[in-house]
């Protein structure tokens, strides 16, 4: 009958080196979260402004939960927003 070791066999393959992070500026594309984190938003708040068409974001590979936004669609829908209430 076969027994179980408890020692694990070495690996040979080799550890990919840690990578500095990406500034959010410097993406290609955001998450929701991401782009909450920064401009100082609720996640829920930037997702319903995508829902409502005011700031253009992607679903990569068809998935509707995983949405992408831009950089400069984020700059663009900051531009639009008015921050202040009318007189």
Request: with cysteine; hydrophobic share 40%.
């Amino acid at each position: 009958m076969p027994t179980v070791t408890s020692e694990i066999a070495p690996t040979t393959s080799r550890m990919k080196a840690e990578q500095p992070p990406v500034p959010l500026r410097d993406k290609m594309a955001l998450t929701v979260q991401e782009v909450a984190d920064m401009c100082g938003f609720n996640y829920y708040f930037v997702h319903e402004q995508i829902k409502l068409g005011r700031l253009a974001a992607v679903a990569p590979g068809g998935n509707k939960r995983s949405k992408r936004v831009r950089p400069a669609d984020v700059d663009e829908w900051l531009k639009a927003s008015p921050w202040e209430p009318e007189a």
